[in-house]
């Protein structure tokens, strides 16, 4: 797990060089790559070193963004850069409708079931497969959760309400 450097979004993980010129693949944990085009500064985390870089060029490719950061000339120093997580302020981040949310906005968030009964505390995201899982925990038991629309009733920065199948929770609990 990554440690959240303070008033810092964490959107990608630089996966490897691209090219001989410096520029990076990152890996784009919002999965809209694309995004990366908005914002003029990275922050990435190794360890316990954290690097500003400003963004030169930024494109897309499939779920990555392949970015030219000021500073990093050549192939050598990108491949430096290869594990680094990236972050960037929250400021950067595109504004939202008022029924939209970024996932970091409801970490904490108490699920519920349709009934109201607990299910256990939203405590991170997980990409499986293509598809966005929310990692509930309840007395050090994990769940899996899909983010889908049928399952997703209701999301708030304090509660979750799920409409989970029959049988779901049984399956689904990791120990």
Request: charged share 25%; glycine share 10%.
């Amino acid at each position: 797990m990554v440690t959240e450097p303070s008033g810092l979004i964490h959107v990608g993980k630089i996966t490897k060089p691209h090219g001989i010129r410096g520029e990076v693949k990152i890996y784009s944990l919002s999965g809209q790559p694309e995004n990366f085009r908005d914002y003029p500064q990275l922050v990435l985390v190794q360890g316990d070193e954290q690097r500003r870089y400003a963004v030169k060029t930024c494109r897309s490719q499939g779920n990555f963004a392949v970015v030219a950061l000021d500073g990093v000339a050549d192939r050598n120093r990108a491949e430096d850069l290869v594990g680094c997580q990236v972050w960037v302020a929250e400021e950067y981040l595109a504004p939202l409708a008022d029924d939209e949310f970024y996932w970091h906005q409801v970490m904490g968030a108490e699920v519920v079931d349709l009934e109201g009964h607990a299910l256990g505390t939203l405590t991170s995201l997980m990409v499986a497969g293509g598809v966005d899982l929310l990692v509930v925990e309840q007395a050090g038991e994990e769940m899996l959760i899909p983010s889908r629309e049928e399952f997703l009733v209701e999301i708030g920065a304090d509660k979750i309400i799920v409409d989970l199948p029959p049988g779901f929770l049984d399956i689904n609990r990791r120990k």
